[in-house]
């Protein structure tokens, strides 16, 4: 209430004084006296294996930051987006959101691309109170920060549930649904949650023998892997009925060609977290794959809050910008959100303070384009499970699972 109180005296001193012509301040601005750029500083992944994935969320948030200045910016003020490349290290992620608070000197923060790096980011906005929105964080039994405010909206145990809507799709197909599955998973700590679960929440591969499906291979890989020879062979092996790949960015089309070389093709194949252009590019190969989205452009997610800007202004910005795949799915989705979920908790307090842009998030439903959002502090600020599959169908993308939110004559098979 004082700092209101002495923002509103302030501003009115202000307005005097130029009416009077005696002074060259410049006018005041809701937030305080200033018409400076409010800067947010972030990190993406703008090199290294996350890169491709990482390009997309560039294109969303420099699409929403634009558009939010010709809008008039945040309480009266432009926006800058203070971005620098965390190289895909969460190393190097840490240490740029350090130097981004201590040197950048930004108002707010904005999360990186890719669990680790998210994990490691949140550490130093914990350090320093700051509040911390992110696109796809999926540790989500470990995040206890209590302003971190995730838009992967797969509820606290996504390790049970992603899975328990990819076998129910799966088991849409009768007699032809599969009975046995190889899991091969990239070791970055977001698919390895997804496939194995921790201590207190079971993953996919328990999921799936606890369903009856026999499980004939458990392989890790490490990030940025090369070598998929070897790991094509043991999956032709093992000739599974559903090959379940922990895959981020480009593993996908990579091990699906070594599959090819090896003379081996997949009878259903789901892959987790691929970048949506390079998965589309392995042509042929993906045909009938399947994948997690939260967003689409179509009905009903259309009818979300800002979605009809979001892919106005992503389609023509992709392009412009190179990207193999230009429909704005789950990723730049999520960076959308995370960029809406910031606007709203400063327009909510009308103000820069952390502790009041938390409080604010906290205590009100937020519009994004995935929908109304309420950060549960009981589930670690985890909204529900909004996790839906997708599948390529005559190389295209469309939603196939649940019936609720599936294209228009599409279902799995």
């Not at 740029?96 to 550490?123: H, K």
């Not at 914990?126 to 992110?134: A, L, S, T």
């Not at 129910?168 to 496939?195: H, Q, R």
Request: hydrophobic share 40%; proline share 6%.
């Amino acid at each position: 209430m004082a700092r209101t109180k002495f923002a509103a005296a302030a501003a009115a001193a202000t307005l005097i004084a130029l009416l009077a012509g005696c002074t060259s301040a410049p006018p005041s601005s809701p937030s305080g006296n200033s018409t400076e750029p409010i800067r947010i500083g972030g990190t993406l992944a703008l090199s290294g294996p996350l890169a491709p994935t990482g390009a997309i969320h560039k294109v969303a948030g420099e699409q929403f930051v634009e558009w939010l200045n010709e809008n008039g910016g945040l309480l009266g003020r432009q926006v800058e987006w203070v971005l620098l490349d965390d190289e895909s290290n969460p190393q190097t992620s840490a240490a740029a959101y350090t130097r981004l608070i201590s040197q950048e000197n930004v108002d707010l923060l904005i999360g990186p691309y890719g669990t680790a790096n998210i994990t490691a980011a949140m550490d130093i906005a914990e350090r320093n109170e700051m509040v911390f929105p992110h696109h796809s964080a999926t540790l989500t039994y470990a995040y206890d920060y209590k302003w971190h405010f995730p838009l992967f909206a797969s509820g606290r145990n996504s390790s049970s549930t992603m899975p328990t809507t990819i076998f129910d799709a799966y088991e849409e197909l009768g007699s032809d649904a599969p009975k046995t599955v190889a899991f091969v998973v990239n070791e970055n700590p977001a698919s390895g949650f997804i496939a194995k679960g921790h201590e207190e929440e079971k993953g996919a591969i328990d999921i799936a023998k606890d369903r009856g499906l026999d499980v004939v291979l458990e392989l890790d890989f490490p990030q940025g892997n090369t070598d998929w020879a070897p790991i094509a062979q043991r999956i032709k092996d093992a000739d599974p009925d559903l090959l379940w790949v922990g895959a981020l960015g480009g593993d996908s089309p990579a091990l699906l060609t070594a599959l090819s070389q090896v003379g081996w093709e997949p009878r259903h194949q789901f892959h987790l977290f691929p970048a949506p252009g390079l998965l589309l590019s392995a042509g042929d190969l993906v045909e009938g794959a399947t994948t997690m989205t939260m967003f689409e452009p179509h009905e009903p997610f259309m009818s979300n809050t800002g979605a009809d800007i979001m892919v106005d202004r992503y389609v023509s910005a992709a392009k412009d910008a190179g990207l193999a795949y230009t429909a704005p799915e789950i990723q730049a989705a999520l960076s959308w959100a995370s960029w809406q979920t910031i606007v709203a908790g400063v327009e909510g307090c009308e103000c820069l303070d952390q502790k009041g842009i938390g409080e604010y998030l906290l205590g009100n439903e937020i519009e994004t384009v995935l929908g109304g959002i309420d950060f549960d502090p009981t589930q670690n600020n985890y909204y529900g499970d909004l996790a839906y599959l997708k599948q390529v169908q005559d190389g295209e993308f469309y939603v196939v699972y649940p019936s609720k939110v599936a294209t228009d004559g599409r279902a799995i098979r």
